[in-house]
């Protein structure tokens, strides 16, 4: 069963104010260094990339590598002046794009 | 704990509670057990068999010697082994074996050593040895207490390292040798060497943090597996519509005397023999729906202290059993749960602290984050045998129900607090 991203942010703000997000992503982050019982590489699939949008402009946006261990977890800052949508991307080596939303009301 | 916080992502898991908090209080599985026992399929075990022990774990045969099902290890000799004369041995390589955690652990998991223990995290369960050689033992009283301690002491938590094969007499001689040549304190270089002044671990994670505790996915999993029909057409939620209301407390009062098996009932087990007379899922222990399940029917009684039904003459008698088997003498290493977790309670063994059996239950099942999975106490139990070298039983044995059932009469009181996360 694929698992589901993790999102914690609070769900109200004030005008202004900058919030803590912490992301988590289900994944083995497998890095292609490893090796199988029959020493063959275990091929390299890993998220890549990961972006946070809110209301359509980016807030933060990172690059993963290899060496970044199972289940990456990201914690960043966002400040925000009006009410709106978070949209969260993982972009996995197989193509695959996952994506989680989260809404926020600023008053 | 705010749910709403845990769940925000899961707009699955939210309607389901939501949707419960309209089902009046006849659903709850607590007042319908009063009328009527919860179906439990009695013929079949609830994990596979043969049993087979898990990948990765040490395949090492110990049949030669006790487990909690059966007695095989040869009786303790009674007299100390006299010596032809004094000792010759090799120190140096005394000191090799003393550090060998290959030959069942070394015995810097117990003694500080002077040099050999100066920075390989010795522990404390043992006396401190570095300074033996001003003590003017004998090599005859220095070589039985490594062969075999028990003709000192019989009640001893040393392991018989001659007499149960990890060293043989030469190696031996080659410690005592080693032993004869401390003579000064162990130069700890850090507080952390030290097992006198290294700081008890104290676990402070936010367990019930889906973002800190990747256990805490398999409550989702479990509210997913709910709705799930079995192999007979129905679904846990068949039955129990609204399960927050059911399990509030449910899994705090177990394990249990369960007559109609004769043999004490846990969660876990519990799990498999319901859903298989139930729904018809076959939900053995020790797979991922069970440990699911089980995660989700103790967190559902989160925050409810620990009450067992002690009150039968058939849980007495169980209660009893438990306790003569956590005193049990097993394996090659010849430990018992007591040795471990009563004698060295609250001392290092190497960098591990043992613990009292009082907080060893409350957060079970739990996540282990050394090994990225979700552990129940029956799998942990297992985990204790094979690493002081005694073959593990299968994870329904009677005998792990008595365990559990003296375990969790130790912890009652506690509340629960399940997923908990440890290394």
């Given amino acids: 069963m694929a698992e589901k991203p993790r999102l914690k942010l609070p769900k109200e703000a004030k005008k202004g104010e900058v919030i803590e997000i912490k992301t988590l992503m289900p994944h083995t982050m497998e890095s292609g260094q490893r090796k199988d019982k029959d020493g063959k590489t275990i091929p390299r699939k890993i998220i890549n990339k990961f972006t946070a949008e809110f209301n359509g402009k980016p807030v933060f946006s990172a690059n993963l590598d290899p060496a970044i261990a199972a289940n990456p977890y990201m914690q960043f800052y966002a400040k925000v002046d009006a009410s709106g949508t978070f949209k969260f991307t993982w972009t996995d080596d197989d193509g695959t794009v996952i994506t989680a939303e989260e809404k926020i009301t600023v008053g | 704990m705010t749910r709403g916080g845990i769940l925000v992502s899961s707009a699955v898991a939210v309607a389901v509670i939501v949707a419960g908090a309209?089902?009046?209080?006849?659903?709850?599985?607590?007042?319908?057990?009063?009328?009527?026992?919860?179906?439990?399929?009695?013929?079949?075990?609830?994990?596979?068999?043969?049993?087979?022990?898990?990948?990765?774990?040490?395949?090492?045969?110990?049949?030669?010697?006790?487990?909690?099902g059966n007695l095989a290890t040869a009786p303790a000799p009674k007299t100390p082994r006299k010596l032809a004369g004094p000792i010759t041995g090799d120190a140096a390589n005394g000191a090799k074996l003393v550090a060998d955690r290959a030959r069942g652990g070394s015995c810097l998991a117990c003694h500080a050593m002077g040099p050999a223990g100066g920075a390989a995290l010795p522990g404390n369960v043992g006396p401190d040895l570095s300074e033996i050689g001003n003590a003017g033992r004998e090599d005859e009283w220095l070589f039985n207490m490594v062969f075999?301690?028990?003709?000192?002491?019989?009640?001893?938590?040393?392991?018989?390292?001659?007499?149960?094969?990890?060293?043989?007499?030469?190696?031996?001689?080659?410690?005592?040798?080693?032993?004869?040549?401390?003579?000064?304190?162990?130069?700890?270089?850090?507080?952390?060497?030290?097992?006198?002044?290294?700081?008890?671990?104290?676990?402070?994670r936010e367990n019930l943090d889906p973002i800190e505790n990747p256990g805490m996915w398999a409550v989702d999993k479990a509210q997913e597996l709910w709705k799930q029909a079995g192999a007979a057409g129905k679904s846990c939620k068949s039955c129990h519509s609204n399960a927050k209301?059911?399990?509030?407390?449910?899994?705090?009062?177990?394990?249990?005397?369960?007559?109609?098996?004769?043999?004490?009932?846990?969660?876990?087990?519990?799990?498999?023999?319901?859903a298989k007379a139930t729904t018809?899922?076959?939900?053995?222990?020790?797979?991922?729906?069970?440990?699911?399940?089980?995660?989700?029917?103790?967190?559902?009684?989160?925050?409810?202290?620990?009450?067992?039904?002690t009150a039968s003459p058939a849980a007495k008698?169980?209660?009893?059993?438990g306790k003569v088997l956590s005193e049990r003498k097993l394996g090659q290493l010849n430990m018992a749960c007591t040795d471990c977790h009563g004698k060295a309670a609250n001392h290092w063994i190497r960098g591990q602290w043992m613990g009292e059996p009082k907080g060893q239950y409350?957060?079970?099942?739990?996540?282990?984050?050394?090994?990225?999975?979700?552990?129940?106490?029956?799998?942990?139990?297992?985990?204790?045998?094979?690493?002081?070298?005694a073959d593990e039983l299968p994870p329904d044995a009677k005998e792990y129900g008595d365990l559990e059932f003296y375990l969790a009469s130790q912890n009652e009181g506690l509340k629960l607090s399940v997923p908990g996360i440890r290394h």
């Fill in chain 2, 280 to 309: 018809g899922a076959n939900w053995l222990m020790e797979t991922d729906e069970n440990r699911a399940m089980s995660v989700y029917l103790h967190f559902l009684a989160n925050g409810t202290p620990i009450k067992l039904d």
């Fill in chain 2, 148 to 204: 075999d301690a028990r003709v000192y002491n019989p009640e001893t938590v040393m392991p018989p390292w001659g007499t149960h094969g990890f060293f043989n007499e030469q190696e031996i001689n080659d410690m005592v040798a080693f032993l004869k040549t401390l003579k000064s304190p162990a130069p700890f270089k850090t507080v952390l060497d030290d097992p006198g002044k290294r700081p008890v671990p104290v676990e402070k």
């Fill in chain 2, 362 to 389: 409350d957060h079970f099942p739990t996540w282990r984050t050394s090994l990225l999975a979700i552990w129940d106490i029956r799998q942990r139990f297992q985990w204790c045998q094979v690493n002081i070298r």
């Fill in chain 2, 22 to 68: 309209y089902v009046v209080a006849s659903s709850d599985a607590n007042a319908q057990a009063k009328k009527k026992e919860a179906p439990l399929e009695t013929k079949d075990d609830a994990s596979t068999r043969p049993w087979k022990r898990y990948a990765g774990w040490p395949t090492r045969d110990y049949s030669k010697y006790n487990t909690l």
């Fill in chain 2, 245 to 274: 209301a059911a399990f509030k407390t449910w899994a705090a009062s177990m394990p249990k005397w369960e007559p109609r098996l004769n043999k004490v009932l846990a969660v876990e087990e519990f799990v498999a023999r319901h």
């Fill in chain 2, 317 to 321: 008698a169980a209660l009893e059993r």
